[in-house]
């Protein structure tokens, strides 16, 4: 009876260190996984940072682009009218001259 207590007793004490074992292990991978997903939330908060700061930034430049064209157009608009105006005032001395030409 004796071996048997001291076996039971030995099986035991293994058992126990192996538990404790486990619970050590089990709680260094938790901790692990922990701090994993703690980076993974920064990294996430970061990258969506970033896409905003990008989307932001290329809407900056979308409206520079549709303000430069509304501009442009406008430019192109009065500089075809000024060329209109010109064309007509060019013609309008030409007959002049033309006509002071006849009555010469």
């Given at each position: 009876r004796r071996v048997h207590g001291d076996e039971a007793t030995q099986?035991?004490?293994?058992?126990s260190k192996e538990l404790?074992?486990?619970?050590d292990e089990y709680r260094r991978f938790r901790e692990q996984a922990d701090?994993?997903?703690?980076?993974?939330?920064?990294?996430?908060?970061?990258f969506?940072?970033?896409?905003?700061?990008?989307?932001?930034?290329?809407?900056?430049?979308?409206?520079?682009i549709v303000d430069f064209r509304r501009q442009f157009?406008?430019?192109?608009s009065v500089t075809e009218r000024d060329l209109t105006q010109l064309k007509?005032?060019?013609n309008r001395?030409?007959?002049?001259?033309?006509?002071?030409?006849?009555n010469l």
């Open positions: 099986a035991n004490q293994n058992l404790k074992r486990l619970n701090q994993r997903e703690h980076d993974w939330q920064k990294d996430e908060s970061r969506t940072e970033y896409l905003n700061n990008e989307h932001t930034q290329l809407l900056t430049v979308w409206r520079s157009n406008d430019m192109k007509n005032d060019y001395c030409t007959r002049a001259v033309h006509s002071a030409c006849l």
